[in-house]
């Protein structure tokens, strides 16, 4: 769904006439009802204002056609009881004679409000970039945000303030609020120099400072979601002090998060300490409630899988309703996923869930640049194989399609909008069908079952 813009002064009127808004109805009422009280006014006062308007309407008449003046005489009346209406309302809300704005705002309300239930589970960069475009979709979305992170500038407030680390939660806000706002570009702003401020991000200390103040991180959050007027919400996974712990095949043990992909080893499972943390209740209530739930993308043991070691959320998903997606990384992860395929990383969800029905379907990406960047290969990181045979035996929907942005230089970043577009079609899809197995008849899309 594109973004809803008004850029010209004639577009800009006809704006309001957009279907949804629910916003002509009300025209019409007021518009009548001030026609009715003028009426009923000049009759009190004896002007007859029947008689005389008919009076003239036949003498104009007897020049002018009648249907060419009726036409003329109610269409310059709506314009000018729809511009003042119209201007009244843009003073009263004092927005600047902008009505981008609160154009924007009614659509929102409107269109997005109604629109499917969504909850998004991940971490990092990759729920991130995932809630930016799920945003122009819905305003009912529920981020589930990992808070295992103990690295860079999070990881320095959580040992120092004895906090959750805000890194994820913080580019999660920003994501979901208004991208050229200038307080979401605070938000993510970071400091370069400073004693003890280099590498902290502006957003982070924002949160740590509210979390002290409320004494509560989800509290914190919550206000700094208004700060920003974000659309939806943001939600750790647990308020415990979580712990990413990984057992290595060669028997090694690596704590914390950012120990585990600098470890350079394959990865048997994963686990927490403590082992068990409680979930949040209103994550819990959300997964139970959603239509939607998306899995990733983003790095598989560090970010999507550490949500899953909390029983509570795991068991509630494999238990919703909910259509389940996990959106498949494109490139693999050196110290996570080396020489991982698509159905490898299904399979790694699938064991720590310990619940086959914790996912449906995984998108795919199906497109790569020719030219892919070099890099990749000097880092160790390698295209995902995409193996058919084994995610079939899984009993999971394949669905592909191109999910990267466009790159000269052969660079591969997931697009939030193709992310986005690819999975909401896939769930009308679904839908729409009754079940997770279709057959996609459109170029550059393809689900196997």
Not at 377 to 405: H, M, Q, R, W
Request: proline share 3%; aromatic share 8%; net charge positive.
């Amino acid at each position: 769904m594109k973004r809803f813009k008004i850029n010209s002064g004639i577009l800009k009127d006809a704006g309001w006439l957009v279907p949804g808004l629910q916003v002509k109805r009300w025209f019409a009422l007021i518009l009548l009802g001030t026609v009715l009280i003028t009426i009923g006014i000049l009759i009190l006062i004896d002007i007859k204002p029947i008689f005389y308007t008919m009076e003239f309407i036949r003498k104009i008449a007897n020049t002018v056609s009648t249907e060419w003046l009726a036409f003329a005489i109610c269409m310059f009346g709506a314009a000018i009881f729809f511009k003042g209406w119209q201007k009244t309302n843009l003073s009263i809300l004092d927005i600047d004679k902008d009505d981008n704005f609160l154009l924007e705002n009614l659509y929102r309300r409107r269109k997005l409000n109604r629109g499917p239930k969504i909850v998004a589970v991940g971490g990092g960069t990759g729920l991130s970039m995932l809630l930016k475009g799920i945003k122009h979709i819905t305003n009912n979305i529920t981020a589930v945000v990992t808070v295992g992170d103990d690295g860079g500038s999070s990881g320095r407030l959580r040992e120092e303030m004895g906090i959750l680390p805000p890194g994820d939660i913080r580019n999660c806000i920003a994501a979901l609020a208004d991208d050229e706002d200038l307080v979401t570009k605070l938000f993510q702003y970071r400091f370069k120099t400073g004693e003890g401020l280099e590498g902290h991000s502006f957003g982070n200390l924002f949160l740590t400072a509210l979390c002290s103040i409320t004494g509560d991180m989800v509290r914190a959050v919550k206000e700094s979601s208004n700060v920003l007027s974000i659309r939806g919400r943001v939600l750790p996974a647990t308020l415990d002090d979580m712990k990413l712990v990984a057992e290595m095949e060669d028997g090694r043990i690596i704590k914390g998060e950012s120990n585990i992909p600098e470890a350079h080893g394959r990865i048997k499972r994963l686990y927490t300490d403590p082992r068990h943390c409680k979930a949040l209740e209103d994550v819990i209530s959300a997964i139970k409630t959603a239509d939607l739930i998306i899995l990733g993308p983003g790095s598989l043991y560090t970010s999507v899988i550490p949500n899953l070691l909390v029983n509570e959320i795991s068991e509630a998903i494999a238990n919703s309703n909910a259509k389940k997606i996990y959106v498949c990384n494109i490139m693999t992860q050196p110290g996570e996923t080396d020489g991982y395929s698509v159905s490898d990383h299904v399979k790694a969800l699938i064991q720590h869930a310990n619940n086959k029905k914790i996912v449906d379907a995984v998108l795919v990406n199906d497109y790569l640049p020719k030219n892919l960047a070099h890099k990749y290969e000097i880092a160790g990181s390698f295209p995902v194989k995409l193996d058919y045979e084994n995610i079939k035996k899984l009993g999971i929907c394949l669905f592909t399609k191109k999910l990267i942005e466009d790159s000269k230089e052969g660079l591969v970043r997931h697009s939030s909008h193709r992310v986005a577009r690819a999975v909401y079609y896939w769930y009308r899809k679904v839908l729409k069908d009754g079940n997770s197995s279709f057959k996609v008849k459109y170029s550059g899309e393809k689900a196997v079952c």
